[in-house]
């Protein structure tokens, strides 16, 4: 019965710190921004953080007694909410190679997964939920019978657990699409590189036209490489892609592929802003 009422209290938590998120996200971009690593609306860093904070709080008595200071609150969530996002963002990047937040541009941040100023938000908000949120939630336990929580439970877990195979697969087709078209456009280059070389060798006096022609052809292809890839992605790839904040790059590849990877990323990006837009015109 604990489980399953912890369960449907991470995914209640996960979905209002979805609401937080796409509200935030909206409200700064003057778009609407579906946020979350997930196709649904949850985000599973706000609801784990809840939880462990509720269960850490029932488990030591100090910390739940009314004279415990609010500062003490803060501190305690300020450290537990930056561990959680500096541990998550590490996970995802080293599973996916890509960022959804990047603070490299906020002051007093550690490679761009936490900074001071978002941590003390954290911390704000930690004790807002730990003072009235999680109080109001215990409360409510005991007029839910335990046989609602065990149902939903289990319609909950297997609703996530389809979610999150469908986000997995998703990503993974997405980081295959990005590297066949990261390779694709490597040998379009050494092709043209090669072609350019043997006309270098019979004309010397064409190397110049030859190269200024060789750039176009590449700005060229890149383009319709992204047109090309950009069509071929499935709804929920084009969501994620454009919600992850960046790539990162590849420290088996030279500096050269990796901003080639970049700049198609970009300009793949935009294509895929482009066809949402056109469909949300559509709808």
Known sequence: MIVAQCFVEFIFYSFLGWVWE????????????????????????????????SIVFDLIPALSDPSFPVWGIFIICYLGSAVAEFGTSWVLEKRFHARWWDY???????QGR??????????LAGVLIVKYLIPVINGMHAVIHPGIYEFLAI?????FGADYALTEASLSALLKNVEKMHLEFNEHQQARYERVQEEVGAIEAKVSNEKKAMEERVIEAKASLSRLHAGQL?????????????FMPDSKKTNE??????????ELKAFVRKFKSNDDEVK
């Open 22 to 53: 796409s509200i935030y996200c909206t409200a700064k971009e003057k778009k609407w921004a579906d946020r979350g690593f997930l196709f649904g609306p949850v985000c599973p860093i706000y609801g784990t953080c809840v939880v462990v904070t």
């Open 257 to 266: 592929q990796n901003n080639n990877q970049i700049m198609l990323l970009g």
């Open 114 to 123: 936490i900074c001071v100023p978002v941590s003390i938000c954290f911390g």
């Open 155 to 159: 319609v909950l877990a297997a609703v």
């Open 234 to 246: 499935s709804f929920n790839q084009k969501r994620v892609l454009v919600s992850i904040a960046r």
């Open 104 to 110: 490299s541009s906020m002051p007093l941040n550690i």
